[in-house]
């Protein structure tokens, strides 16, 4: 019974040690701790309000530059000043997150712009119509774009959105005129450059100017498609450039064969003068009866000038 109690409990220190070498052997090493990742700081989270006051002071940044562009800063100082002023009370709501009086601000300020920008063609257009005489063409929508553009100085400041929608009317009046105009003058323009083409094709400046010839065919072509297109101020242009450009051509084959001809006049002349004077010089030292022209052989100087002396002396005879 001993002997038995001792076996076992033999057995169970060895098993105890080995399970211990065990366990140490296969215990891993420790992994190094790793480093913290930098916190990114928030992006402030912004509201609907705020992002509407965004898009519109980004919008006034860019209508602003427009009418810059068309030079409404000089030509109306006084409103532009008051479209700018708005546009600084519409930054200054944004810095202090007041995005409802931003957002006013800078719509009140991008309608002013665009009331300038309108004016600014507005001005263009009437100036183009006046001087090419255009209102006699469609005078009832001269009449109402001249009464429209006349109240736009007086709503500017007091309710910009009306300003604004009488300027676009104003614009659209313009350029129903200008549009009428340039439709009628048009077909009196086609009319001079077809006359044009004609003395230039009567004198072949086709062959006679080639290049210049074949580029001002392509305007005139290209009027017509501007003409089928209803851009009538294009078309007129351009037949009236074609028309200056055929005449300038006709003009200028004209003076190249008139060069060619007195030319030619003045070497006819010479050889009828060179002609002349072998004439005379035959009459006054003809050449000895047997004479053939030019010969490689000389000539006997002495009996030249007996035949001559002779014949002159017998004419002198018959004289008398």
């Not at 009538?232 to 450009?245: F, K, L, N, R």
């Amino acid at each position: 019974m001993n002997k038995t109690l001792k076996t076992l409990f033999y057995i169970l220190c060895i098993s105890v040690l080995l399970f211990g070498f065990g366990a140490c052997k296969s215990q891993p090493e420790p992994k190094p701790t790793p480093k913290p990742e930098p916190v990114k700081p928030a992006e402030p989270v912004k509201n609907e309000e705020q992002e509407k006051a965004t898009r519109l002071l980004d919008e006034l940044a860019k209508v602003r530059a427009e009418a810059v562009k068309l030079k409404a800063d000089a030509a109306y100082p006084v409103q532009f000043k008051s479209a700018d002023d708005t546009a600084a009370e519409a930054k200054s709501g944004y810095e202090a997150n007041n995005f409802a009086v931003a957002q006013e601000k800078a719509q009140r300020a991008i309608t002013q712009y665009r009331t300038l920008i309108n004016q600014m063609q507005i001005a263009d257009l009437k100036a183009k119509i006046d001087k090419n005489d255009l209102s006699s063409y469609d005078a009832e929508n001269y009449k109402k774009a001249e009464s429209l553009s006349a109240q736009i100085p007086g709503l500017y400041e007091s309710d910009p959105a009306k300003a604004f929608e009488l300027s676009e009317q104003a614009l659209n009046y313009y350029e129903t005129v200008k549009e009428a105009g340039f439709a009628s003058l048009m077909n009196d323009a086609k009319k001079k450059a077809d006359e044009a083409r004609s003395r230039a094709d009567s004198v072949k400046a086709a062959t006679a100017m080639k290049d210049p010839y074949a580029k001002t065919v392509n305007r005139y072509r290209a009027a017509g498609i501007a003409a089928g297109n209803k851009k009538y101020e294009q078309a007129y242009t351009g037949y009236m450039t074609a028309a200056d450009e055929f005449n300038d051509i006709y003009e200028k084959v004209k003076i190249k064969q008139a060069q060619a001809t007195e030319a030619m006049e003045r070497a006819k002349a010479r050889q009828e003068a060179s002609s002349k004077l072998a004439q005379d010089a035959d009459r006054e030292a003809p050449l000895p009866e047997n004479a053939e022209g030019f010969s490689e052989e000389p000539i006997d100087l002495d009996e030249l000038q007996r035949s001559t002396t002779t014949g002159n002396a017998a004419s002198s005879g018959d004289g008398r």
